[in-house]
Structure formats: structure tokens, C-alpha cells
């Protein structure tokens, strides 16, 4: 765990390179996971790390619920290709922003530019989703 490898320190986030050993930190800290692919080269993924992440509106909820993980898509980890390919066939931008739960199923993603208020609704509709699948099944 460290600073982003790519865009250096983000004030309160810490990022795994490994998503193996962020799932099982994401079980231990009883967190959810956020994975990002992304380029140094990449406009949108400069805006992803320059403007919107050093927002506390934008990390903080990353921060209290999330263990961040990055990948780098010069050399992508081949199980997020794989949930990239099954869950987000139209992702065609960078950054590629996915959210997990611990065990790595996949609850929500997008790709491409991302503004304040998109980003911040991401993250909601993640948190959401998983609350929701880990409510007992009615009936």
C-alpha cells in the first residue's frame, strides 16, 4: 500500500497495485473495493487524480469506504480485464473505474472523462448496490 503509482500522494488514499491483496484487506477492513485503470499519459485520468480526487467531496467516501487499487493499462491484472469484459463490454476511455465487493463481484463501473457530480453518484450507486445484494433475500 502506497501512494498512487502513477499521480504520487492523494491526501488520505492509499492504493494497492496487487488487487489479490486488496481483496483481502477490502474482508479485513470491511470495505468495498475501487479499482482504476489508468495511464500517466491519459488526460481524463489526469483529471480523475489532479482535480477530483484531491476534493474531499470525492475522496472521502473513497477514503471511509473503499480500499483504492490501480492498474496500470500498459500491463492490466488479467481478472480486471476479464470483470472489464463481462461487466463493462462499452468501456472504451481511460480511466476505468470499477467498484467491488471484498470478494471481487462486480457492482458498478464507468470509463472515460468523469466531472464532480458523476463520480460522487458512482460511488453511491456502488455503496447501494451492495448494501442492497447483502440485505437477506424476501420471501
Excluded at 64 to 72: A, E, I, L, N, P
Amino acid at each position: 500500500m502506497a501512494s498512487h503509482p502513477h499521480f504520487g500522494d492523494i491526501p488520505g488514499l492509499e492504493w494497492y497495485t496487487d488487487l489479490e491483496e486488496a481483496k483481502r484487506a477490502a474482508a479485513r477492513e470491511g470495505k468495498l473495493l475501487f479499482v482504476e485503470m489508468s495511464r500517466p499519459t491519459c488526460a481524463s485520468c489526469r483529471t480523475l487524480f489532479r482535480e477530483l480526487l484531491p476534493d474531499p467531496d470525492c475522496s472521502d467516501p473513497l477514503r471511509q469506504g473503499f480500499v483504492c487499487v490501480s492498474v496500470d493499462s500498459y500491463d492490466p491484472d488479467p481478472e480486471v480485464v476479464q470483470l472489464g469484459l463481462a461487466h463493462m463490454p462499452y468501456a472504451s476511455m481511460l480511466p476505468v473505474c470499477m467498484y467491488l465487493t471484498p470478494d471481487g463481484d462486480f457492482l458498478h463501473g464507468s470509463s472515460g472523462r468523469l466531472d464532480k457530480q458523476v463520480f460522487t453518484a458512482d460511488v453511491r450507486y456502488a455503496v447501494n448496490q451492495a448494501q442492497r445484494l447483502a440485505q437477506p433475500a424476501e420471501g
